[in-house]
């Protein structure tokens, strides 16, 4: 299972369905509107440091800036709704162990570093700007991920 550590604003994409099934979940709101939901059953694990929320569970690890945090409170949600990527951006997510790029700029590349500067891949996007990264064999570490103006940390595990 990878579990990825997000050094950017993060919010996960829920997918609506008609069944009424509910969960609990930990929701955590942004001032800019954003929404992020965990379930309980992955355990969610709510931390501070001096300047970040970070919630650890088992399926992810995020981090917040605390400036960027609205309010952070338990609901009941359609276990439906679909709790299993996480957005960067809205071009950017990670999914079923890929990290997912949309809406770029097409044929532009994908650089992956070391935090210590070491390229490790290279991609391009398509023609459409769309992208899949596999992560399979990034593991234990921090990486650096650019895409034109956009670059963001992750850890692997």
Request: no cysteine; net charge negative.
């Amino acid at each position: 299972m990878k579990r990825y550590f997000l050094f950017a604003a993060t919010v996960l994409l829920v997918t609506l369905s008609a069944f009424a099934i509910e969960q609990n979940v930990v929701a955590i709101y942004q001032v800019d509107g954003e929404k992020a939901l965990f379930a309980f059953a992955d355990q969610p694990e709510v931390t501070y440091t001096t300047t970040d929320l970070v919630l650890t569970s088992t399926k992810i690890s995020v981090q917040y800036p605390i400036s960027q945090l609205k309010k952070i409170r338990f609901e009941t949600v359609s276990a439906e709704e679909g709790i299993d990527e996480v957005l960067v951006d809205e071009r950017i997510s990670f999914r079923d162990g890929s990290i997912v790029i949309t809406g770029g700029d097409p044929n532009s590349p994908v650089n992956i570093f070391t935090v210590s500067g070491t390229p490790v891949a290279k991609y391009r996007l398509d023609g459409s700007g769309d992208g899949i990264i596999l992560t399979k064999g990034l593991s234990g570490n921090a990486y650096i991920l650019t895409n034109g103006s956009l670059t963001f940390k992750f850890i692997a595990q």
